[in-house]
């Protein structure tokens, strides 16, 4: 993600008023100033997979971390740089691709104590709704599908920037995070330590590194 550079947005001052009280006056906020820089990605883009990664960390053993990725998916994005309400995203990962670097951990992950390949070979993550929370940062609430259960999640996106690569692709950057019970989604597997707690840890966080190219 280092070909992106942090582009600085100036945000509006809210204007000078006389002293209010009540709930009107306690919930004035400053609100981001439009972005020209946002208004000219507005657009069809799809995330380019060799330079993105979408993938997951889990606590396990309660003393250290795995990672892992899943490689193999589509996307469908639509950002509106005037309006981000009407931005949206549409990820279909192939889950048997899931690799977390070792062959026997994969193959167990695919499994019926799982993800459950054979009777559910699909994730899919469709955004709902998206709102823009600062200059470069936003929130896009959405349909997380796992093993055939859905149910919403929330993904905090951070705006990385945007440049035309050498190539001519022009390309946008995004990091997005959320962290779920996978309990919710029916991965209920586990095993219990002689010290107590448990060898996986329920909380997963979903990592989203996006490197985005627009759609001719």
């Not at 883009?45 to 990725?69: E, L, N, Y």
Request: charged share 25%.
């Amino acid at each position: 993600m280092g070909i992106f550079s942090r582009r600085q947005t100036a945000t509006a001052e809210p204007p000078t008023a006389a002293v209010q009280d009540g709930p009107a006056a306690r919930s004035a906020t400053t609100v981001a100033a439009p972005d020209p820089a946002l208004r000219a990605l507005t657009g069809h883009w799809t995330i380019d997979r060799p330079h993105s990664r979408i993938g997951f960390s889990v606590r396990h053993a309660m003393v250290t971390t795995v990672r892992g990725a899943f490689p193999d998916y589509d996307s469908k994005l639509y950002f509106d740089g005037a309006d981000p309400a009407k931005s949206r995203a549409e990820i279909v990962i192939r889950v048997a691709g899931v690799d977390t670097g070792v062959e026997q951990r994969d193959a167990h992950l695919v499994g019926k104590d799982f993800f459950d390949v054979r009777r559910h070979p699909e994730m899919t993550f469709r955004s709902t709704s998206a709102v823009q929370e600062s200059a470069e940062a936003f929130r896009m609430t959405g349909d997380l599908t796992i093993r055939g259960t859905t149910r919403p999640v929330e993904l905090q996106l951070d705006y990385l920037g945007s440049v035309v690569d050498p190539f001519g692709y022009e390309r946008a950057g995004f990091d997005g995070t959320t962290t779920i019970d996978r309990r919710d989604w029916g991965l209920v597997y586990n095993q219990r330590l002689e010290a107590g707690g448990s060898m996986v840890s329920e909380k997963v966080r979903l990592q989203f590194d996006i490197s985005a190219i627009r759609s001719s």
